[in-house]
């Protein structure tokens, strides 16, 4: 039999979570491995994304830009607040509301990479801002960008470790990665374990932990990397941290305990 191979770190030693589901004992992190590529639909922005969240993509844009104020924050922040000539290439930007957002405060060149033809013609025309249409795995370029960010993509490749390493290529020294992961020191995988397996994606190859996160990024060359909750659902937890909501934030905040989390990491 073949020995069952971590996609990160190539180690072999691992914990079974479900049939295809699979902890690395070496580098804490989950992989999928029936993780399969899903096929792309062309309406994925509007019909295929209403059917799934109630609204078209475009109906969300005052949420995804007001959420994509918030991340540009924390970035910004790590930039000293000056923006003055940095440039910005977003990985997977959709119709670009992100990096509308980026250019809005103050990023002067901002670039996106969409493989939907249709999104990428929509955030070149209606904010007139650059887009690639393509794969990022396919994806060549020379250039250097000040920040990279990439908003739930990473763990869509088939080899995300090698993406990790293109991303840290692509930028200047000192430059910043910025993504938001799904990760499993959360309440759902705690607590809803069954709901965890049955609703987990087939087009997820990876699922990380804070720790997980930090040691990949760091052995990529990465200095400095840190972990934020991108999200609080003390009701998946239990009735006691739904009535105490602070200080579950608080205990959330404190060992990024979330089902999803922001993670940047400075070059
Ligand atoms: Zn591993």
Known sequence: MIPLLCPICKDSRSKQIANDIFLCKSCNILFNN?????????????AEYKNQYGKTYEDDHD???AASL??????????????????LFDIGCALGFFCKAAKDSGFQL????EIS??????????FSISVTSVD?????????????????????????????QKVYSMLHNDGIFACTLPSYFGPLFYCHRDIWIKNHPADHRIDVSPRGITR?????????????????????????ASKHKKIYIKLSDSICFSDTIMVIAKK
């Open 34 to 46: 029936a993780y399969q590529q899903l096929p792309y639909f062309a309406d994925y922005f509007s």
């Open 63 to 65: 949420a995804i830009y």
């Open 70 to 87: 918030l991340r540009i924050k924390k970035i910004k922040k790590l930039l000293n607040n000056n923006l003055a000539g940095k440039s």
């Open 110 to 113: 901002v670039e996106g990479l």
């Open 117 to 126: 033809e249709y999104a990428a013609q929509y955030c070149k025309e209606k």
């Open 136 to 164: 990022f795995e396919k994806f060549l370029t020379a250039k250097k960008y000040d920040v990279i960010t990439a908003w739930y993509v990473m763990e869509h490749f088939a080899n995300p470790f090698a993406m990790f």
């Open 216 to 240: 990949l990024l760091k052995n990529i060359g990465f200095v400095k990397v840190k972990c934020y909750p991108s999200g609080y659902h003390p009701e998946r937890f239990c009735s006691l």
